[in-house]
């Protein structure tokens, strides 16, 4: 069974950094694409960077460029996201998913079935 883990969130003023951690079990994890996700209240799920565990290729939506980093440390089975220069806009619900086909986070990520649990940021300004 596919488990996600999130953690990590919390409080921090605008400006300030966090890094948030997705532990996976279940599947071979090098095999398979990790993308972070959030959800503010209100508003609909969007899809922030992504990454493939495979080659280890990366990938950043436009609203997070230059100020997030995802990673991987294989050997743990986990991702990474390290967000810095936080906006209050950034404030919301952090998921990680996994899917085997990369496309399908990008494009479709609707169709996943693997999601963890969620963890809260919020950047205060």
């Known amino acids: 069974e596919v488990q996600l883990v999130e953690s990590g969130g919390g409080l921090v003023q605008a400006g300030g950094s966090l890094r948030l951690s997705c532990a996976a079990s279940?599947?071979?994890?090098?095999?398979?694409?990790i993308g972070w996700f959030r959800q503010a209240q209100g508003k609909e799920r969007e899809g922030v960077s992504y990454?493939?565990?495979?080659?280890?290729?990366?990938y950043y939506e436009d609203s997070v460029k230059g100020r997030f980093t995802i990673s991987s440390d294989n050997a743990k089975n986990t991702v990474y996201l390290q967000m810095n220069s936080l906006k209050p806009e950034d404030t919301a619900v952090y998921y990680c998913?996994?899917?085997?086909?990369?496309?399908?986070?990008?494009?479709?990520?609707?169709?996943?079935?693997?999601w963890g649990q969620g963890t809260q940021v919020t950047v205060s300004s």
């Open positions: 998913a996994a899917d085997v086909e990369l496309w399908l986070l990008l494009h479709r990520p609707g169709r996943i079935r693997s």
């Open positions: 279940g599947f071979t994890f090098d095999d398979y694409a």
């Open positions: 990454i493939s565990s495979s080659d280890g290729s990366t």
